[in-house]
């Protein structure tokens, strides 16, 4: 009995031993990762926790993220403007996995300005694991072109991305902090439309493109002609531009918006009644709008076709097997009005 709890107690010696020499830490003394003067675990899947730091030695521990995919799809991110255009920063992220840190990012050609910015060129765009300045964990969006940070959270130690909370991100004043004046009066960094952060949302892994899971509404086909780019088209359809996925590349414009002539886009409508929907109507021989109205007791903007994504006040075609979306909103006015 004694030699086996003597073995025993040699066994778990050694295992602690090898899990001591195996543990994987990060000091002041390890060479900075890339272009960052920051502590790090020479791994892109680790971040090096630096806040709770060996008072003797000053070591910290490296410790891995809780998303292991290689990508992140990012929502909620207000357009972001410099030198006269726009950057959607929405879309998915890709893990980068020559750096000695983690991080994601995303590179996005805006769409030029004619006059005063005709070759803007793409901008590489990063979520990186440390808080904005500081070797703090936490994430920062910053574009890797001209070093700007963007916005960062304040939540602390954030080893998960996808559960920041939505109130802690916060804009970092070298990237631009002010909602852009219109007209533009110059190029200089600013946000365009909203200065709300509490929309971002950030998911671990690819999502399902928005081509393929249009819920709640339909797919019109667009095949690019000259001329064509991803902002122009989400203005004519009057959707995001995560709404509009090309099917060569098998990515929203949000992803990629890179497009050549005759590629084939699938633009997803989705269809919203601002009053009492009464239901679907399939168009038979003999129908047309005025009837519908009469029918239905509705007007012609409350006739919603499908096919064309347009009401009857807009177009008055219909073709047979039509399906149509009848909403009366006078109820809703009748309120409004009161």
Known sequence: MRLLLLVGHIYGALAAQALAQNEKICDADMAPCGDWSVPCCHNYAQVCDYTTRDPMTGSGTCRDLVCREDSL???GVPVWSQGFVDYDLNGVYERVKTNDYASYERKVNPVPDPIRNPNPGDKTFVWYPYAAG??????????ASGFLWLIYTTAGVQLDIT????????????GGYELCAE??????ACWVGSLDLSKIGI?????????DTCTGGEILPHEVMRGDNCYDISVEYGVASSDIYNTKTQKTCAENSSLDIGDN??????????????????????NNCYELSVQYDVNYGDIYNTRNALTCSQDQALQIGDLLRICDTSAVAATISE
């Not at 500081?134 to 574009?143: A, E």
């Not at 886009?265 to 003999?286: K, P």
């Open 73 to 75: 799809q990012v929502s």
């Open 183 to 188: 007209p533009r009066q110059n190029g200089a």
């Open 134 to 143: 500081s070797n703090r964990i936490g994430w920062t969006l910053y574009s």
């Open 163 to 174: 559960a920041i909370p939505k109130d802690s991100w916060k804009f970092q004043g070298n």
């Open 203 to 211: 998911s671990c892994g690819r999502l399902p493109p928005d081509g």
């Open 265 to 286: 886009l699938e633009i997803c409508m989705r269809y919203v009644c601002n009053g009492v929907s009464l239901g679907d109507h399939t168009v038979v021989s003999g």
